[in-house]
């Protein structure tokens, strides 16, 4: 048994987040994933949300720990294992790296309406509201291939999920969403490319989520 247990769900994001933070830093980790739709009562009992991520700490002398919220489990993961660091040293761009993960977060939420649409108005809505976050992004990015430049920061790590959406999409659908926006798509590439994002999802997880988006009758069904 290894001391950390993620609780996760296989399509969840924000599992997502910390999932590719453990693989970062190469940390041995127990996955369990639960289905949300029929929440099983130890999960509740752990979960004070009832949401994912919950990641369960061992402690050889007292009751397992037991952290949630995605962010609060990586920045705990970013200070009490080794590996790379996550955020720079400098204390300004660490805050403004933290802005930009709350910036992902309201991004995250623009794409998965977008995705879940289930009639025009509101996927021309949530695609012009995605369209500007990415707008405002490509004005930020710099030379690459990640956020920061060199390093895999955290704030990849939170964007990861969601530019992961748009890689198992029809590529007309992602093309008007990236089109004209070079540094942006470079870094979803890179981003694609890289092991611990590649490893955070099970290897079914494009179809898990074309049959989501067919069950839900989504218009960007598949």
């Known amino acids: 048994m290894n001391a950390l247990t993620l609780i996760s769900h296989p399509l969840c994001p924000f599992v997502q987040r910390a999932a590719i933070v453990l693989l970062e830093k190469a940390v041995q980790f127990d996955r369990i994933n639960v289905d949300l739709a029929a929440k099983p009562s130890w999960f509740l009992a752990v979960s004070p949300t009832g949401k994912v991520p919950v990641l369960k700490v ?3 002398d007292a009751e397992d720990a037991v952290l949630f919220e995605s962010m609060v489990i990586c920045e705990y993961l ?18 403004r790296q933290r802005g930009w993960i ?6 995250l939420a623009d794409a998965w309406q977008f995705l879940n649409a289930t009639d025009r108005s509101t996927a021309d809505a949530k695609q012009a509201a ?16 990640y956020f920061a430049g060199t390093a895999f920061t955290m704030v990849d790590a939170v964007f990861a999920p969601l530019f992961r959406y748009f890689d198992v999409l029809d590529p007309m659908v992602s093309q008007r969403i990236f089109e004209n926006l070079p540094r942006v798509s470079a870094w979803q590439s890179a981003l694609a490319a890289r092991q611990s994002v590649i490893a955070a999802v099970g290897e079914d997880y494009a179809e898990r989520f074309r049959q989501h988006l067919r069950l839900h009758q989504s218009i960007h069904a598949g």
Do not use: I, W
Request: hydrophobic share 35%; no cysteine; charged share 35%.
């Open 130 to 145: 995605l369209r500007g976050a990415l707008e405002r992004l490509e004005a930020e990015l710099e030379s690459g291939p």
């Open 102 to 107: 709350e910036f992902a977060t309201s991004a």
């Open 58 to 60: 061992r402690r050889d």
């Open 78 to 95: 970013e200070e009490t294992q080794g590996g790379a660091p996550m955020y720079p040293v400098d204390a300004l761009s660490r805050a």
